[in-house]
């Protein structure tokens, strides 16, 4: 008689017990937010494109380009991790969404990092790694220097009397319009006119017509050397088609960004450079949050409805 009261007695157990898991999962029950999982995705990728951004940006990348690029491996790498950690999730029964949005994220991130970082780096930090570290030169006088002698010049500062020469000024035209115009002292010829004030797009079709930089500030004595080499090839054609248009002679031609003072250029490349940092890794945050977010709601929903 005992025997039997307890056997009924666990079969009432057993019932219960199944009845239980399954009440969990009916429609209508919403599965609790895994928050460790959305703090990881919220500063996870955002933290991935800050690496990458600072590294492809700045100094690193300036020193070493594989180191640089080296970062943005890691994050592939890591992006992959995350891809098979979601991969095994599925294969034992369970739940692999937010490792699949990690990896989508951190693909993004590594992506977006790689591009707008390297943007950054050719456009305003390269220039300006690249004048601070080469030399400046005062009281330059175009009749007496030669190109030659300041190969190594970043900043050049023209004796008083030194101007632009908009009488030989010329253009060349490639798709852009590549214009120069000689820096010389005084009317008189030079032997070799090795110092040029150049510009993109801002000379008109006529060969005098040089509105490049500072060119009608009376003060503007300066020059911050052009440090473009995809530029490069241009402004020496357009030279070489002076020498032709005015019989003058350019040996070794310098090119120079005219203007009155260089060093506040120089900085305005840093400043450039650290407002761009900003605005990606601000923007990068805001659009990580909105999409984790969304992501929440989403699979709250999912989970909802299955």
Partial sequence: MSASRYSSFGQGLSAADQAAPQAAFLPGKRKRLNVIAILINGLGPWLLFCAIFVAMSFQLHYMSAVLAWSSVVAGLLLTVVAGVLAHRTRQRDQNPMWYTFA???????TVLAAVLGDMNFWHNMQPYYDIENINSYPSVDPAREKGQQLMDAGRVYFEDGVGLDLSKAMAFRNLDRYC???????????????????????????????????????????????????????????????????????????????????????????????????????????????????????????????
């Fill in 103 to 109: 990896c989508i994220a951190c693909f993004f991130a």
């Fill in 180 to 306: 120069v115009a000689p820096i010389v002292n005084g009317q008189e010829p030079l032997a070799s006119y090795d110092f040029w004030a150049v510009g993109v797009n801002c000379c008109g079709g006529t060969t005098a017509d040089f509105r490049c930089g500072e060119f009608n500030n009376p003060k503007a004595r300066s020059g911050l050397r052009l440090m473009r080499d995809d530029q490069r090839p241009f402004f020496r054609l357009a030279v070489q088609q002076a020498e032709s248009a005015y019989n003058i002679k350019s040996t070794h031609p310098l090119f120079f960004y005219w203007m009155q003072d260089p060093v506040a250029a120089v900085m305005q490349y840093r400043n450039d450079g650290f407002k761009y940092a900003l605005l990606a890794i601000t923007a990068h945050f805001a659009f990580n949050t909105l999409a984790v977010v969304g992501a929440v709601f989403a699979f709250s929903k999912l989970s909802h409805e299955f």
